[in-house]
């Protein structure tokens, strides 16, 4: 009877991760589109959230920073803060990415909270690292970063380009600063 019932148990559980599986979202985000070659050691430190699509994950959330620094395994430590002015007080999180592939191409995991990862593609990234262009495995997530708070029109026009080119809905973006 007991081994009846573990049985049945494991059936279920790979029919429910059958099922996910099915069911989770895939990619649309095409290979060519991320960075490469990147270099994770000019992408740490401190960057600025000035525009990004809706998203439940940063509703109510306004001056969002993140700062990347290297764990000594080779995976990133990310630390996210951000001033919820619907509650009227500061947040934080912190979590670990780790490249999908070669930390030479811009594909990584993010996970706030292991064992779930999400999809971190850095799309574009200007010559000295100042500016990027992020996004998350569907069209729906899309981020654009400066190590201030401002960005140049120059590199402004260029992600909006390829953003639009990636078939992101560009007029649905919320500029934090500009």
């Known amino acids: 009877m007991k081994t009846k019932n573990t049985l049945i148990a494991v059936a279920a559980g790979a029919g429910m991760a059958g099922l996910i599986y099915a069911l989770w979202p895939k990619s649309k985000i095409p290979k060519d589109a991320i960075v490469e070659p990147f270099d994770k050691h000019k992408y740490l430190g401190l960057w600025n959230e000035i525009a990004r699509l809706p998203n439940r994950i940063e509703k109510n959330l306004k001056d969002l920073t993140e700062n990347y620094t290297l764990n000594d ?14 509650k009227n007080k500061p947040v934080e999180a912190m979590g670990t990415a780790k490249f999908t592939g070669p930390d030479t191409r811009g594909q990584l995991k993010v996970a706030y909270f292991v064992p779930v990862y999400l999809d971190y593609n850095v799309l574009d990234v200007d010559a000295k690292y100042n500016y990027a262009m992020v996004s998350g495995s569907r069209l729906d997530y899309l981020w654009i970063l400066s190590r201030e708070n401002t960005i140049p029109p120059e590199i402004r026009e260029r992600f909006l380009h390829k953003a639009a080119a990636l078939g992101f809905d560009i007029s649905k973006l919320e500029w934090m600063a500009w």
Do not use: H, L
């Open 73 to 86: 395994d080779g995976t990133i430590r990310v630390v996210t803060r951000a001033y919820n002015f619907d």
